[in-house]
């Protein structure tokens, strides 16, 4: 008899695996980025809206309901992400919220309407912090921040997506059509999604699945998974205890502030922009038209941002485009010329609404590698209240006949909080220090669905 066949090794790494991947996640990205821009697209033709007799104040407020809602949605993402995993929870949240904005479409009143708005936030809640983590997970540290820059690069394009449509449809059209092209996902990501998707190669090694996990890892060049270890008391509740501990205390709070300031700048100033330019002269569609070119600065801005932050550290980056934020806005608020306007817009894309992107890099590339998740999924969930605050806020501003110039100044002033912020977090010790072009054994990065 011949010698028993030994055990075939799993595949070597497929080239295509990981940039597929990176693909699948940008798409994603892209409807959420399309629903998170969509009501501020839509927010001229709903005050409008005959029956409905919205104010700028409740308007502001059904603003605020998304965050609220990705609030929620980020809470159920930590209690059942042990038992679904990332791609269970990946493929309920962008369902959900595709579901959701149909509901938005076919709604016959403004209290239905934010009703789904709020349902919607919900899934985009399960969503975001699932798919940076995961797409964290699976990139080697070299390329981290450049993937997590390109995964979010397709929020980029999609929150330009709807202002453009806007520009393109409204008023002729209803803004019940923007909301049918974000539902779209249902006939074309969620498919391929649930085709392709991969589960964490620890969620599988954790729940028995050993050789799909190792031959996961294997098509994606990473280090082959090893069982993590107990969890220490400390760790329990999100991994919170460490994080507001010495010597994590004070960087985490610092994270905090930024992620507070950067949704804030997002929710905020992506929902009032088409309207205080609207307010300040301008024709629906050339307002939406000037919001677009800042998610054009955005999308433009994100990848060159990320080699950056690989390059030189994420420091400089981050704190950078706080500030040209910020200096974006205070020009703005002089009522500049054409060209200076619409340069400051594509300044203000990148230094407003890229810049939570390269604030989760910083974050991911400054925690040890066993709290990077709970550290992400705590600083966006204290940042939703910042989301929380935006869209409210503008819509106060707006209402408080102050002149035009304190909309921007007051989205200036958060840009400068969070440039501070980022300016004051402390140099890691030499002891905390990692090596940045090592790749990290995957048994050293908590799972992303762990509770």
């Known amino acids: 008899m011949g010698a028993k066949p030994s055990p075939r090794p799993p595949s070597g790494p497929h080239p295509a695996e990981p940039r597929l991947f990176v693909l699948l996640a940008a798409m994603i990205a892209l409807f959420e980025g399309y629903d998170l821009s969509v009501y501020g697209a839509t927010v001229p033709a709903l ?10 104040g409740e ?32 493929l309920f949240g962008l369902s959900f919220f595709s579901l959701c904005m149909l509901g938005s479409a076919l709604a016959d ?15 985009l809640g399960v969503v975001l912090p699932t798919l940076m983590a995961v797409v964290g997970e699976m990139s080697a540290p070299k390329v981290r921040a450049r993937n997590i820059a390109i995964t979010m690069a397709g929020s980029c394009a999609g929150s330009l997506g709807a202002p453009l449509l806007g520009a393109w449809l409204l008023p002729e059209a209803s803004f ?20 392709r998707l991969p589960e964490s190669p620890l969620f599988l090694l954790r729940t028995g699945r050993a050789e799909e996990s190792h031959r996961t890892a294997a098509r994606f060049g990473l280090p082959a998974p090893r069982p993590p270890a107990a969890t220490a008391p400390a760790h329990r509740f999100l991994g919170l205890g460490p994080l507001l501990t010495r010597p994590l205390a004070g960087t985490t709070l ?54 950056l932050a690989d390059r030189f550290g994420p420091k400089r980056v981050v704190a950078g485009a706080f500030l040209s934020g910020a200096a974006g806005l205070v020009v703005m608020g002089q009522s500049p010329p054409a060209w200076v306007l619409y340069l ?25 590698p066993d709290l990077r998740v709970s550290a992400v999924g705590w600083a966006l969930s204290v940042g939703r209240v ?23 100044y007051v989205f200036a002033a958060a840009a400068a909080v969070g440039a501070a912020a980022a300016i004051a977090v402390p140099t890691r010790t030499a002891d905390q220090r990692a090596p940045r072009r090592t790749a990290a054994p995957l048994s050293s990065v908590e799972d992303p669905t762990a509770d």
């Not at 609220?68 to 209690?79: E, K, N, S, Y």
């Not at 009143?109 to 899934?123: D, H, N, Q």
């Not at 539902?183 to 498919?191: G, Q, Y």
């Not at 205080?276 to 002269?281: D, E, L, S």
């Open 47 to 56: 005050l409008r809206e005959p029956g409905w007799d919205l104010s700028t």
């Open 59 to 90: 308007a502001g407020d059904i603003g605020s309901l998304v965050p609220f809602g990705m609030l929620v949605g980020a809470g159920i993402a930590g209690a059942a992400g042990r038992r679904l995993g990332a791609r269970g929870l990946l």
């Open 109 to 123: 009143g403004p209290g239905v309407f934010a009703a789904s708005r709020l349902l919607a936030g919900i899934g």
């Open 176 to 195: 019940r059509v923007l909301y049918l092209v974000g539902a779209a996902a249902l006939l074309t990501v969620v498919p391929w999604a649930f085709l």
């Open 254 to 307: 610092l994270f905090w502030g930024m992620s507070f300031c950067g949704l804030l700048l997002i929710f905020g100033f992506s929902t009032w922009l088409p309207t205080i330019m609207q307010t300040g002269g301008f024709s629906i569609g050339s307002a939406l038209t000037m919001a677009s070119l800042s998610w054009i600065g955005a999308g433009v801005g994100l990848v060159p941002g990320g080699l």
């Open 344 to 368: 400051c817009l594509l300044v203000c894309g990148f230094g407003l609404l890229a810049c939570q992107a390269l604030v989760n890099a910083y974050l991911i590339d400054r925690m040890p």
């Open 386 to 408: 910042g989301a929380v605050v935006g869209p409210a806020l503008g819509g106060r501003v707006l209402d408080s006949g102050l002149g035009l110039e304190w909309n921007f």
